[in-house]
Each structure stands twice: as structure tokens, then as C-alpha cells.
């Protein structure tokens, strides 16, 4: 059972711009750094976001992170086909100390 | 480059043993923070466990805790999961990650674990 819970799927046309959200606590997000994770389908997760809101080197800043309280987001702007992934983010809890990931985000392009 | 290979995955019976391996590349390994987690079919990523980068700190997930252990081996440049007692539920594929400490930049192709009679 994780402890961070996302919407089981967002969609929008080409183009467009969708946001994926992640609730946790005070114990995880609200005190830990939120990450964000790309997974395409048959292949392994992939780092999107890490820090809240910084971008490893090859992601495009169509990418954008961001964390307030014990809430992240995740925006993804002018929408690819290439987009349609599972969406995961994930923390550190600090008093269960175990990490955790979010229940999943399946994108959809119309 | 950053290089995960996981191996040792398979098939097993319910309540045996079974272990995993990752060997690691392209960096110091002993520099970094390791992570296991899993993904059972059809489902989402599950993190398992987590080792410091000399060994001397782990944490588990409530799932595994007490049946898994998770080593390293520093001058073989490899990380371990030793999973004992195995379940039907632990049927999943097994990724190795490499942390900083807690965000997991690199990735293996995973190795699938299925337990079964």
C-alpha cells in the first residue's frame, strides 16, 4: 500500500499540457525531495525530475516539476505521442524510513 | 556510461530461496547509495530496499522486512538481494538503481522472479 497516491490517468490531445498530481504527508513529501519517473511500456522507469524540480541532462524542459507542502506535480507540455508512459513519483519517508513510490499515473494521448 | 545488469532471476517454489544480483559499471560504485525495487505484472513500481554506500545502514520495505537482506560487494562492484522464504506476491521483476541517496537516476533491464509451484 503506498503512501503517496496519484490519479490512475490523465489524457489530453497533442500539444496540450496535462499534470499529474502526488498527495503524501509531512513524513514524506512534506519533508523529503519529491522525484518523478517515466516508464514506457516493456522497458524500465526512466528519471524525469529529481529534487522537486530539476531535470537530469536529455530531458526536455517539457518536463516540469514542483512540490508545495506535502503535494508534487508533474507537467508535461506540448504533449508527444511519444509521452503515453506510466508516471510514477517517489520519496523518502522519514518515519517509516522506507521509500516509497506513488500509485501511478497512465498518460494518454488522444 | 552507468551500467546495471541484474541476473539470478527464475522460477521457485513458494518458501525457497532465491538470489539476486546486480553488477554495476561506468562508475565508482562504492560511491553510491543502492536501491531494489520491484514491479509485479500488470502493476506499479514497489521500492524493496535500500544500502548505504559502505553497507552500513539498509531499510526495508514493511513487505519484505525479516525475508530479504540486501549486501554489497564493493571491490566486485555488485549489490545483492538474498530473498528467503519467497511468496506468490513476490512474483515480480526485480530492478537495481542506483541512488543519490534517494532519487534513482540509473536503472537495470530488471531480471523477472516468479514464484510458483
Known amino acids: 500500500q503506498s503512501v503517496l497516491t496519484q490519479p490512475p490517468s490523465v489524457s489530453a490531445a497533442p500539444g496540450q499540457k496535462v499534470t499529474i498530481s502526488c498527495s503524501g504527508s509531512?513524513?514524506?513529501?512534506?519533508?523529503?525531495?519529491v522525484s518523478w519517473y517515466q516508464q514506457l511500456p516493456g522497458t524500465a522507469p526512466k528519471l524525469l525530475i529529481y529534487?522537486?524540480?530539476k531535470r537530469p541532462s536529455g530531458i526536455p524542459d517539457r518536463f516540469s516539476g514542483s512540490k508545495s507542502g506535502t503535494s508534487a506535480t508533474l507537467g508535461i507540455t506540448g504533449l508527444q505521442t511519444g509521452d503515453e508512459a506510466d508516471y510514477y513519483c517517489?520519496?523518502?519517508?522519514?518515519?517509516?524510513?522506507?521509500?516509497?513510490f506513488g500509485t501511478g499515473t497512465k498518460v494518454t494521448v488522444l | 556510461q552507468v551500467h546495471l545488469v541484474e541476473s539470478g532471476g527464475g522460477v521457485v517454489q513458494p518458501g525457497r530461496s532465491l538470489r539476486l544480483s546486480c553488477a554495476a559499471s561506468?562508475?565508482?560504485?562504492?560511491?553510491?547509495?543502492m536501491h531494489w525495487v520491484r514491479q509485479a505484472p500488470g502493476k506499479g513500481l514497489e521500492w524493496v530496499a535500500v544500502?548505504?554506500?559502505?553497507?552500513?545502514?539498509?531499510y526495508y520495505a514493511d513487505s519484505v522486512k525479516g525475508r530479504f537482506t540486501i549486501s554489497r560487494d564493493n571491490s566486485k562492484n555488485t549489490l545483492y538481494l538474498q530473498m528467503n522464504s519467497l511468496r506468490a506476491e513476490d512474483t515480480a521483476v526485480f530492478y537495481c538503481?542506483?541512488?543519490?541517496?534517494?532519487?534513482?537516476?540509473?536503472w537495470g533491464q530488471g531480471t523477472l522472479v516468479t514464484v510458483s509451484s
Open positions: 509531512s513524513s514524506n513529501i512534506g519533508n523529503n525531495y
Open positions: 517517489g520519496t523518502w519517508d522519514s518515519s517509516l524510513s522506507a521509500g516509497f
Open positions: 561506468g562508475f565508482t560504485f562504492s560511491s553510491y547509495v
Open positions: 529534487d522537486n524540480n
Open positions: 538503481a542506483r541512488g543519490r541517496p534517494y532519487d534513482l537516476g540509473y
Open positions: 544500502i548505504w554506500f559502505d553497507g552500513s545502514e539498509k
